[in-house]
Each structure stands twice: as structure tokens, then as C-alpha cells.
């Protein structure tokens, strides 16, 4: 995501590349979706209803964009219970069932579903992006935010790199090893 101030323009080559390093996780299609200052890729796993089941999904009248990944364990009841206060269904992906939610609840949409995911929704009306993970933090979402205001993010480190949003670098002081060998001297009398 690019700050309204950059002047930057967003780069498909550069989203692909990201997108596309992480085939592994999703070998089953890829998906991209490019707006005023907003690029979202995403790579897909067929698992349920397979397909009906492409990302980036569209909220019906399309200010709405979501990628996701995980598994929400309660879809088939929060289907259900969206279905019956008369919210349409377009699959039978639990992806739909999260941009539903989030089209009720807004923000509040996680404190509904139950399970493993991580997901972004673009809010192109009010110009937001919403970026969450599951309590437990099983699904991951790596993210940094740039000096020029931009923000990247993904599900591996990996695509962070592919886009030249971070450099890597090994932090010693992260291994207790290092840490326990390394620590300085105090004498105390």
C-alpha cells in the first residue's frame, strides 16, 4: 500500500514477484487486484469449492477486497446465520464468509470466527486496510512498513525480500548462544 503523498506509482511486475514466491503455498491459481495506491496478490490453495473460490474476492458492489488464507472452523454456521439475515452467497468458501463478516461487523468481524487465518481487506470507499491474524498467531502476517510511508506484507519473509522492502541480516543478539558467550563481564564486590 502506497501513501496518497508518494508519488510512486504501483509497480504489477514488482506484486507479482511477491506473490509468485510464495507458488509453494498455493499452487492451485493466482490472483492480483491493482487500485489507486493499493496492490493485493494472492496465491490459492483449492481446498473448498473449488471453482468458485478466487482471490483477491469483491464484496458484491465491489468497495470491498479481501485476500486470505487459513481455515475458519465456525464457516458453516456463520454462513448460515448470515445467509438467514439475508447476506447472498457467491461460494461456499470460508474467504466469502470473512468478507461477509466483515461487511456487518466491520473491524469486529475476527471476534466471530474461530480457527487459523490471516487476512487483509481493502476498504476502497473509506480508503482503509485491515490486516489480521488469528489469536494464536498460527496463520502468519509479516509486514513493514517503509521510509517512504509504504506498506508490504505477506505470509513468509520471502515475499517481503522479493519486493526489496527489507535486506536480510542475521541478529546475533537473537541466539542465546551468542548472547550466553558474548555477554559482557561485571564484577560486583
Not at 511486475?13 to 489507486?36: K, Q, S
Request: glycine share 8%.
Amino acid at each position: 500500500m502506497l501513501p496518497e503523498s508518494s508519488g510512486r506509482p504501483l509497480d504489477r511486475a514488482l506484486l507479482e514477484r511477491m506473490r509468485d514466491t510464495l507458488v509453494h503455498r498455493g499452487p492451485d491459481g493466482a490472483g492480483a487486484y491493482l487500485d489507486r495506491g493499493i496492490a493485493l496478490g494472492h496465491r490459492r490453495l483449492s481446498i473448498v469449492d473449488l471453482a468458485h473460490g478466487a482471490q483477491p474476492m469483491a464484496s458484491d458492489d465491489g468497495r470491498l477486497q479481501v485476500v486470505y488464507n487459513g481455515e475458519v472452523f465456525n464457516h458453516p454456521s456463520l454462513m448460515k446465520e448470515l445467509q438467514g439475515e439475508g447476506r447472498r452467497y457467491h461460494t461456499h468458501c470460508d474467504t466469502e464468509t470473512v468478507l461477509r463478516l466483515y461487511e456487518r461487523d466491520g473491524h469486529r468481524a475476527p471476534e466471530h470466527m474461530r480457527g487459523m487465518f490471516a487476512f487483509a481487506v481493502w476498504d476502497r470507499g473509506r480508503r482503509e486496510l485491515f490486516l489480521c491474524r488469528d489469536r494464536f498467531g498460527v496463520k502468519p502476517l509479516y509486514y513493514v512498513h517503509t521510509a517512504d510511508g509504504a506498506l508490504y506484507f505477506a505470509s513468509e519473509i520471502k515475499a517481503l525480500l522479493a519486493a526489496g522492502a527489507v535486506a536480510p541480516a542475521l541478529n546475533l543478539n537473537a541466539f542465546p548462544d551468542f548472547l550466553a558467550n558474548h555477554a559482557p563481564s561485571a564484577v560486583c564486590t
